[in-house]
């Protein structure tokens, strides 16, 4: 694997999570693969689980770890090529992927949709750019329109967690005060898809998802109905993607509360953290049993562990 950015990088899911099962059973069994090793982990923005679980996911295989907060810490960077740059950009970032290939085996990169831009968000700039000027293996810690190490570690807390095989997962839009991208929601679908479970996708008028990642989806604008029989309810706000980076602050109903998983089939509640308690679910569903954020969470070690063991047993 030379690059992972989304489901296509994987050349076959079934393997990837099997090896992740094999992972997860032994952390510490492929201490050796990464020694001498290291990987520079890159964040244009805040990060509490994708930093830590990366870290983690690279020291248990022997690796040594640099990260840096890119954006306060290293010079402003230019994406554009053939600039005259002299307004506030510092450095190309054609010189700083270079420059960061010289020291790293892999690199993890970590940005954000700007949301005012569509069309650029869209071309994934940022991780295309480091894909396209370093010479080593590169992994997205979530990129501007996928999260792909969150969506592996969804898919095997679902795989952990599912009682039958005609499992039943919803994605619900859910409410929020700020405007978020759409990359844990696109990947998620991504990702969902591939697999043998039904997938429906629920969200207000106006909010749904971009047509390359939902065409041949279910997508409910009626949550309740939605909902009914769920056996994974996987909240999620986004921003709307046709008017562009707008808030849906009016759908304050479509909080995910006991009540709304009572329609379920005794469902699990699954969001990939952060979370506003009480706008985006109740204290009382993400406090409950049925509540897997913290599996998910803890699947992030798993996922990242595994994705760089590939990238490493490729390279040899
Ligand atoms: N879920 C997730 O990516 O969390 P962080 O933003 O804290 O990394």
């Known amino acids: 694997m030379k690059k992972f950015t989304s489901i296509n990088d994987v050349e076959n899911l079934n393997e990837l999570i099997a090896l992740s099962e094999k992972v997860k059973q032994a952390p510490f069994d492929f201490k050796s693969i990464g020694r001498n090793k290291t990987i520079g982990l890159l964040f244009f923005n805040s990060s509490l689980r994708t930093r830590l679980s990366t870290q983690k996911a690279a020291t248990n295989?022997?690796?040594?770890?640099?990260?840096?907060?890119?954006?306060?810490?290293?010079?402003?960077?230019?994406?554009?090529?053939?600039?005259?740059?002299?307004a506030d950009t510092q450095e190309h970032i054609?010189?700083?992927?270079?420059?960061?290939?010289?020291?790293?085996?892999?690199?993890?990169?970590?940005?954000?949709?700007?949301?005012?831009?569509?069309?650029?968000?869209y071309e994934d700039e940022i991780i295309n750019k480091f894909i396209k000027y370093t010479t080593v293996p590169v992994i997205s810690l979530e990129s501007a329109i996928l999260h792909p190490l969150q969506s592996l570690a969804d898919v095997i807390t679902i795989n952990e967690n599912k009682t039958n095989n005609k499992t039943k997962v919803v994605l619900t839009w859910a409410p929020h005060p700020k405007a978020l991208p759409q990359a844990v929601a696109n990947s998620f679908v991504e990702w969902v898809r591939e697999t043998e479970m039904e997938l429906i996708i629920t969200n207000p008028k106006g909010f749904d998802l971009a047509t390359r990642f939902t065409d041949g989806i279910k997508v409910m604008h009626d949550q309740d109905i939605a909902l009914k029989e769920a056996d994974f309810v996987y909240a999620k706000n986004w921003s709307s993607y046709d008017d562009y980076g707008r808030i849906g602050i009016e759908f304050d109903d479509w909080t995910i509360t006991e009540e709304k998983m009572k329609l379920t089939n005794n469902g699990k509640f699954m969001h990939c953290l952060p979370v506003r308690r009480n706008v985006v679910v109740s204290d009382e569903v993400i406090d409950s049993t049925n509540s897997l954020v913290l599996e998910q969470a803890n699947n992030r070690t798993y996922a990242a562990q595994t994705v760089l063991l590939k990238m490493l047993q490729d390279e040899k």
């Open 61 to 86: 295989l022997g690796m040594t770890v640099m990260v840096m907060n890119i954006n306060n810490d290293g010079w402003s960077l230019e994406l554009e090529d053939g600039t005259r740059m002299n």
């Open 94 to 121: 054609k010189e700083a992927a270079g420059v960061i290939s010289q020291y790293c085996d892999v690199i993890g990169v970590r940005s954000f949709a700007s949301l005012k831009d569509r069309i650029g968000d």
